[in-house]
């Protein structure tokens, strides 16, 4: 039994390194940003979207695996969580400081990938 559990905690985290690999931008939230169940995520996902790139995301509610495990990847006890480029920048009040400061806009434009001409 004991080993069953170790290798879905081992997928799990393989899930998320891949989420975090294959997605420049991607936030981690509760809700989506158009629906967002809190209202850190919805703080969050509005900065992003004024960003005016297209972000990833994932909804914690609906994959408790993921909410369970990725605090103990990033090291970071709160949702939601933005990770650009395989870095984590952060919750809500880093992502709306940095949106404030102007910083968020150019790190989420250096992440964006380049919309290709056929789009």
Known sequence: ???????????????????????????YMKGSPKLPSCGFSSQASQALMNCGKPFAYVDILQNPDIRAELPKIA??????????????????DIILEMFQQGELQTIIADAAPEESAAE
């Open 1 to 27: 039994m004991q080993n069953e559990n170790a290798d879905q905690v081992q997928e799990v985290h393989t899930r998320i390194k891949e989420q975090i690999a294959e997605n420049p931008i991607l936030l």
């Open 75 to 92: 090291n970071w006890p709160t949702f939601p969580q933005l990770w650009v480029k395989g870095e984590l920048i952060g919750g809500c």
